[in-house]
């Protein structure tokens, strides 16, 4: 399932580390890149060959960890904090919003396959909330007007044009000094 390449990728990871096994996290993020945003059971098990582990303890991380996506996604992932910053600041507006131009609840992708709407646990931005990533970007502050903004840029654009998954988490693909 995984190409040469993206199991090279996870070797080369796991070169970084006096214990191997804690490049799982670059490893996954491998993994959900070159399998269209998501980790199918087969990829799972790549991983596991390619690091030396039990198919069983790839999955227990997997499953842990909610960046970590478990089906397919729509081309925009879009992700919104309910915490109880989020919460209190409107997150359930930005729910709203995506119900009612997406026809979008938690854990759903739109017809179109443009959209997956997932509701998260904390993004780490409460000093923003509410708080929104569209496929790794945060939003922080985030009304409703954005939100719907923000959705209608995205049906324009018909693909992303940015996407800092992956990027923010293997420092060889992340911009140095500004470029």
């Known amino acids: 399932m995984l190409s040469e390449k993206a199991k090279e990728a996870i ?20 993994a959900q890149e070159e399998c269209g945003g998501w ?9 596991a060959e390619v690091m030396g582990m039990d198919p069983a303890d790839v999955q ?11 089906a397919p ?13 989020c ?9 709203d919003v995506l119900e009612r131009k997406c026809h979008l609840h938690p854990g759903e992708t739109s017809e179109d396959g443009l ?8 993004s780490a931005a409460c000093g923003g909330a509410p708080a929104v990533q569209i496929n ?12 719907e903004a923000l959705i209608e840029q995205c049906r324009a654009e018909g693909a992303p044009k940015e996407n800092l998954y992956n990027a923010a ?10 470029a």
Do not use: W
């Open 11 to 30: 070797r080369v990871q796991m070169k970084r580390y006096p214990v191997s096994r804690s490049a799982l996290g670059h490893a996954l993020y491998i």
């Open 39 to 47: 980790v199918p059971g087969e990829a799972v098990k790549d991983i």
């Open 60 to 70: 227990s991380m997997m499953s842990f960890y909610v960046m970590y996506n478990k």
């Open 73 to 85: 996604t729509g081309k925009y992932l879009i992700e919104v904090c309910h915490n109880i910053s």
């Open 87 to 95: 919460a209190l600041l409107g997150a359930k507006l930005l729910f």
């Open 115 to 122: 959209f997956t709407l997932k509701g998260v646990e904390c």
């Open 136 to 147: 790794g970007l945060f939003y922080e502050n985030c009304t409703p007007q954005q939100l």
């Open 169 to 178: 988490y293997t420092p060889e693909r992340t911009p140095k000094d500004g």
